[in-house]
């Protein structure tokens, strides 16, 4: 009988022995893997699209004998970077986008679009827009009609 205990204590010491090295080993795998998860960059929970980009030609632009209903309204006032380099195609371009901030967006561009009523302020006063008085980068106030993302602009005054 003292036998049968001697061995039943033994094999019991062997299955904690065992379960206990089985619990530190998948403990210790556990912890690894979160240490590994927490190190990776989390994925974006949100997207935005590719903003559509609509040609300059597209979009009226009221004329000098337009009626005061066709006239349009300054609905977007904005300080921001002029800026005509595509970043896709790693080229400069005749289209101006306007890039600029807002609380809690840090990051907002618009197409800019320049019709014979837009005035500019290149320092020397109000005169019609010359957009090769404005170079990539500058630092301009933009004033206009903003229709999705694409502003018609009345003034701009490069700052």
Do not use: H
């Amino acid at each position: 009988m003292a036998k049968k205990q001697g061995i039943v204590s033994v094999l019991a010491i062997l299955i904690l022995v065992v379960l206990s090295a089985g619990v530190g080993f998948g403990a210790y795998f556990l912890s690894r893997k979160t240490k590994e998860s927490l190190l990776k960059k989390p994925a974006p929970i949100f997207q935005p699209e590719e903003p559509a980009i609509v040609s300059p030609s597209l979009i009226p632009t009221p004329s000098p004998s337009s009626s005061p209903a066709e006239t349009l309204t300054v609905n977007f006032s904005q300080t921001g970077n002029a800026l005509n380099w595509d970043s896709k195609t790693e080229s400069y371009t005749e289209e101006w986008k306007l890039l600029y901030e807002a609380p809690g967006n840090p990051s907002l561009s618009v197409n800019l679009v320049f019709g014979q009523n837009s005035v500019c302020d290149f320092g020397s006063g109000d005169e019609v827009c010359d957009k090769s008085k404005l170079s990539n980068g500058d630092l301009v106030k933009v004033e206009g009609n903003k229709a999705g993302d694409i502003v018609s602009i009345m003034k701009l005054k490069k700052l």
